[in-house]
C-alpha cells in the first residue's frame, strides 16, 4: 500500500509559479513510476507529468509542455512538480499518483495509488 499526500498548492497570479511536493509513505517509494494529473470543476482528470522510478524518463501534457517540470528525490520519498509561467487554465486539483513498475505512463487508470489533491487557483 502507498499513502501519498500532496502540498504546495494556492493562489497565484498569472504568470506566477508554484511548486507542488508529493510525500510517499512507502519503503518502496523508488519501485514506482509516478505522475500527476489536475483536475478542474466539470471537467475528467487529466494527465500533467509523469517520471520514471529512476527520474530518466518524463513524459509532459502539450499544454504544459516548457511551463511545468516533474522530478523527483528516491532518498527523501518525494516527487515534485514545478509549475512556472502559470495560467488561469491551469486552475484545478491537482493530484499525485504512484504506479508500479519502471515505465511512467499518462493513462490515469494505470496508476495504482492517487493522493488526495491539492487545489491551484491561478487569477487573471
Known amino acids: 500500500q502507498v499513502q501519498l499526500v500532496e502540498s504546495g498548492g494556492g493562489l497565484v497570479q498569472a504568470g506566477g509559479s508554484l511548486r507542488l511536493s508529493c510525500a510517499a509513505s512507502?519503503?518502496?517509494?523508488?519501485?514506482?513510476?509516478m505522475g500527476w494529473f489536475r483536475q478542474a470543476p466539470g471537467k475528467e482528470r487529466e494527465f500533467v507529468a509523469a517520471i520514471s522510478r529512476s527520474g530518466a524518463t518524463t513524459y509532459y501534457a502539450d499544454s504544459v509542455k516548457g511551463r511545468f517540470a516533474i522530478s523527483r528525490d528516491n532518498a527523501r520519498n518525494t516527487v515534485y512538480l514545478q509549475m512556472n509561467s502559470l495560467k488561469p487554465e491551469d486552475t484545478a486539483v491537482y493530484y499525485c499518483?504512484?504506479?508500479?513498475?519502471?515505465?511512467?505512463?499518462?493513462?490515469?487508470?494505470?496508476?495504482?495509488?492517487w493522493g488526495q489533491g491539492t487545489q491551484v487557483t491561478v487569477s487573471s
Open positions: 512507502t519503503r518502496t517509494f523508488s519501485s514506482n513510476a
Open positions: 499518483a504512484a504506479k508500479p513498475g519502471v515505465a511512467p505512463t499518462t493513462e490515469v487508470d494505470r496508476y495504482n495509488y
